[in-house]
Nanobody
Framework: QVQLVESGGGLVQAGGSLRLSCAASGRTFSSYTMGWFRQAPGKEREFVAAIRWSGGPWYADSVKGRFTISRDAAKNTVYLQMNSLKPEDTAVYYC???????????????????WGQGTQVTVSS
C-alpha cells in the first residue's frame, strides 16, 4: 500500500508564496509520475502540475510561470513551489502518484493510482 502525505498549506496574502510537500512511502518507487491537483469549493478537481521520475515537468496554463514542481527522488518527495499567489488559487491541494511507467504528460486524475488527504491553501485578497 502506498501512502502520500501532503504538508505546507496555509493562509497567505495575494502575491505571496507557499511551498507544498508530498512524501510518498509504502514501497520502492522507480518509474513513477507524481502530480498535484486542486479542488476549490463547488468546483471539480483540476490538474495543476506533474513530474515524472526522470524529470520533465508540465503545468496547467493557469499556473505556468508561477508554480514550480520538483522532486527529491532519494526522499520520495515532490514539492510544489507556488509564487505570485492569487485568490483564485484557493483550494484543497492533493498530490497523487501513478506507479506504472508512462512517458505521456498525463493530466487526468483517473490516471493516478494513489492520493494524499489534501492540504488547504487559502489566498486572501
Amino acid at each position: 500500500q502506498v501512502q502520500l502525505v501532503e504538508s505546507g498549506g496555509g493562509l497567505v496574502q495575494a502575491g505571496g508564496s507557499l511551498r507544498l510537500s508530498c512524501a510518498a512511502s509504502g514501497r520502492t518507487f522507480s518509474s513513477y509520475t507524481m502530480g498535484w491537483f486542486r479542488q476549490a469549493p463547488g468546483k471539480e478537481r483540476e490538474f495543476v502540475a506533474a513530474i515524472r521520475w526522470s524529470g520533465g515537468p508540465w503545468y496547467a496554463d493557469s499556473v505556468k510561470g508561477r508554480f514550480t514542481i520538483s522532486r527529491d527522488a532519494a526522499k520520495n518527495t515532490v514539492y510544489l513551489q507556488m509564487n505570485s499567489l492569487k485568490p483564485e488559487d484557493t483550494a484543497v491541494y492533493y498530490c497523487a502518484i501513478k506507479t506504472t511507467f508512462t512517458l505521456r504528460p498525463i493530466q487526468s486524475e483517473y490516471e493516478y493510482d494513489y492520493w494524499g488527504q489534501g492540504t488547504q491553501v487559502t489566498v486572501s485578497s
